[in-house]
């Protein structure tokens, strides 16, 4: 891991199109700005946890419960 020490207003260039601005640091927080294309995929990092167990715990569901929560008549 590389850690760097930034002031407010500063930033981080992680490529040549994803930038990090550091907007705000408070007692137990740092707000942060992150400059990418919109097609760059963003996500917090808990969220991106829950997601992965989501996935899991829909794949564990029979077919038949899948297509009734959805509402869809083919799913592949």
Known sequence: MLVIARK??????????VVIK??????????IGIE?????RIVREELRETEKQNVTAAGTLPKGVMEQLL???NIK
């Open 8 to 17: 407010t207003g500063e930033g981080i260039v992680v490529s040549d199109d």
């Open 22 to 31: 550091i907007l705000d640091v408070g007692k137990d927080r740092v707000r």
């Open 36 to 40: 990418a294309p919109k097609d760059v």
């Open 71 to 73: 509402g869809e008549k």
